[in-house]
C-alpha cells in the first residue's frame, strides 16, 4: 500500500524512532509498504519515520539490490564524500551533505536475522541518510553550508543526479 510521505515542517519527522522487538508479521507488512511508497516517489531509500510510524526501520533501492533493514545501527564509518542529497520529506531542494564514504551497518532483516550490511558511496550515504531519520535528522540539519540549499524542480534532472532524492 502507498503511504503518505510526512514532508518537512511535520513534528513527527523529529521524534527519534524506537527499536523493533521483533520482526513479525507487522513489521514486513510495514517494510513492504515503504518499499512501494519509495519506489512509487522513485526515491533511493525512506525510513519508517517518514511515514509517521515511530519505529526504527528503513528499506533502501541501490544498483537493483532492495534492502529491507530493522533497527539499523552504524558500527563502522571511514573516509569521507560530499554531495548533493534530495529527501522526499523535503521535495524540490538539494543540499550539499559530508558523509563517510564506506559504512558497516548491523541489523536485523526482513526475517529477523542478523545481517551486516557494507556499504560504500551512494549506498553508504543512503544509509546515513535514513539513519539519520530514525533519530529525527534531516539532510537539511548537516548541510556543509546553508548556502548549498538549492530549489529544484520536483523530478528535474537536477534533483535525480542529487543522489536521487534519498
Do not use: W
Not at 544498483?63 to 542529497?85: C, F, K
Not at 536475522?113 to 537539511?140: C, M, N, S, T
Request: hydrophobic share 45%; glycine share 8%; proline share 2%.
Amino acid at each position: 500500500m502507498i503511504r503518505e510521505i510526512l514532508t518537512r515542517d511535520n513534528p513527527r519527522l523529529r521524534v527519534k524512532a524506537v527499536r523493533v522487538p521483533k520482526v513479525d508479521d507487522g513489521v514486513r507488512a510495514l517494510m513492504d509498504d515503504m518499499v512501494e511508497t519509495m519506489l512509487n516517489s522513485e526515491g533511493v531509500g525512506l525510513a519508517a519515520t517518514q511515514l509517521g510510524v515511530s519505529l526504527r526501520v528503513i528499506v533502501c533501492k541501490v544498483d537493483n539490490q532492495l534492502y529491507q533493514l530493522a533497527n539499523p545501527e552504524l558500527m563502522r564509518a571511514s573516509g569521507e564524500q560530499i554531495g548533493y542529497e534530495g529527501c522526499l520529506s523535503v521535495p524540490g531542494y538539494i543540499g550539499e551533505v559530508a558523509r563517510a564514504e564506506k559504512v558497516v551497518v548491523k541489523a536485523l532483516n526482513r526475517h529477523g536475522k542478523e545481517v551486516r550490511i557494507k556499504g560504500e558511496d551512494l549506498l553508504a550515504r543512503a544509509l546515513q541518510h535514513e539513519i539519520d531519520h530514525l533519530d529525527g535528522i534531516l539532510f537539511v540539519d548537516k548541510l556543509t553550508s546553508i548556502d548549498t540549499l538549492k530549489e529544484v524542480e520536483v523530478g528535474s534532472e537536477e534533483e535525480e543526479a542529487a543522489a536521487v532524492a534519498v
